[in-house]
């Protein structure tokens, strides 16, 4: 059988340990040399990150988040074991482990570390398709003349690299499609390397519950064990009509996966769906002042993360959690679409108005979606609203100054409320 000793990166035929330096971190399987869509997923990468900068925290539970009345961002694996979660309430997660550190997220760190994972990706194949900081599908087909070397040896020499030069480490998932790859890499988390071959797919899947397929939440998974389904055995019994009669596009999707069917490429950068920013308040909130001065911090960010990309909304989303975790969300389609700031403001906050006194919340978020490039932008003038072309005009003035002398040169008076 093919092995792969992951820490030297020597390449023999069986054994748990490795003949040239007799580590057992071994990677070892019958298609070993044959498969070529990998996952990559970083370990907890926030908290990594953090432990990595902070060597006091390296063997203290981590929680990466707000305060009190926020939500986990990331929790390392000493909290994880503890059972907290991501996304998980922070007083919930104090509760299961009052002695873990908090940690505010360096949300522009995290970014400049992405990007030079990134950049290690980039020699290997450019095949990649990022789902987020910290995780992307790779395809390395046709690279081993390239690289002189299978897909699974440079996926190993990848998280080495990504160890040994960044501080951060990753689990591989080697498949022949990319479901298989995700649901790979989450087997042997963290510093992981796993493998789902052609031949085992049917085997490999079949007793396994159906939530480990990739966007399937709890209310489809109540849906589905309503109709008798927790693994892939019990998909597999369905008819496909009957499974697309029930679940309707899903129910098709279903009905491939429980195969082991996913014929997706692995798609270099996909296009962005929608931009959108939100925050969590340390005390929940009904203030007005306070509801108004976030929303437009949230806009800008959500502007200057359009305008760096070049991208503007037709929909402007906003988005408030009620105190008792209720979420309520509000939607307006422009007549053309927008990347400033101020305009995204103005239609968040009627939004805002149409919500009314629900409150208080506990957090708000606003967002612009239905993208299209930005030269389609704010070109058509509001006759309802003659100011907001040269409130436009005074905003790219701003962007202007900004630029050249940082972010904070220029500050709106409703962004200090």
């Known amino acids: 059988m093919p092995a792969l000793c992951r820490d030297c990166l020597a390449v023999f035929d069986h054994g748990t340990r490795c003949p040239a330096c007799g580590r057992p971190r071994i990677a070892h399987h019958d298609e070993l040399w044959d498969l070529s869509i990998a ?46 979660r991501s996304a998980m309430p922070m007083f919930k997660a104090l509760a299961l482990c009052p002695d873990a550190v908090i940690v505010k997220p360096r949300m522009q760190t995290y970014v400049d570390v992405s990007r030079q994972i990134r950049a290690l990706m980039e020699d290997l194949t450019p095949a990649i398709e990022p789902l987020s900081l910290d995780e992307a599908f790779l395809d390395l087909t046709g690279t081993a003349r390239l690289h002189g070397a299978p897909p699974a040896v440079v996926l190993a020499r990848l998280v080495k690299r990504m160890r040994d030069e960044l501080g951060i480490t990753g689990s591989i998932g080697l498949s022949h499609n990319k479901f298989l790859a995700k649901i790979a890499s989450d087997l042997d988390k963290p510093h992981g390397f796993s493998v789902i071959g052609r031949a085992e797919t049917q085997d490999f899947l079949r007793p396994r519950p159906v939530r480990m397929i990739w966007g399937v939440g709890q209310t489809t998974q109540d849906a589905l064990e309503r109709a008798g389904i927790r693994t892939f055995a019990d998909l597999l019994r369905w008819d496909r009509r ?34 959108s920013n939100e925050t969590t308040f340390h005390e929940d909130t009904a203030d007005a002042d306070i509801l108004d001065g976030h929303l437009w911090r949230l806009a800008e960010k959500v502007s200057d993360r359009a305008k760096a990309k070049g991208l503007a909304g037709r929909v402007v ?34 939004l805002l108005d149409q919500v009314g006194a629900q409150g208080p919340y506990r957090l708000i978020g606003t967002g612009i979606s239905e993208l299209v490039p930005a030269g389609q932008a704010d070109r058509v ?6 100011g907001a072309s040269r409130r436009a005009d005074a905003e790219r003035a701003t962007d202007a100054i900004r630029a050249r002398f940082g972010d904070s040169a220029i500050i709106k008076g409703r962004a200090l409320r």
């Open 242 to 275: 009957d499974l697309s009669a029930r679940f309707g596009g899903m129910g098709d999707r279903l009905w491939h996966l429980a195969r082991g069917e996913d014929m997706r490429k692995v798609t270099r950068d996909s296009p962005v769906k929608s931009i």
């Open 381 to 386: 003038g509001d006759l309802l609203d003659p």
């Open 317 to 350: 989303t906003l988005r408030v959690k009620r105190a008792d975790f209720k979420l309520i969300t509000r939607r307006h389609a422009l007549g053309d679409a927008t990347q400033v700031a101020d305009r995204i403001y103005r239609t968040a906050r009627g």
């Open 39 to 84: 996952h990559m997923d970083c370990d907890a990468f926030y908290a990594s990150v953090e432990k990595r900068d902070n060597p006091d925290l390296a063997d203290k539970p981590v929680i990466i988040g707000g305060g009190r009345r926020g939500v986990v961002s990331t929790a390392c694996y000493v909290a994880r074991i503890r059972g907290v």
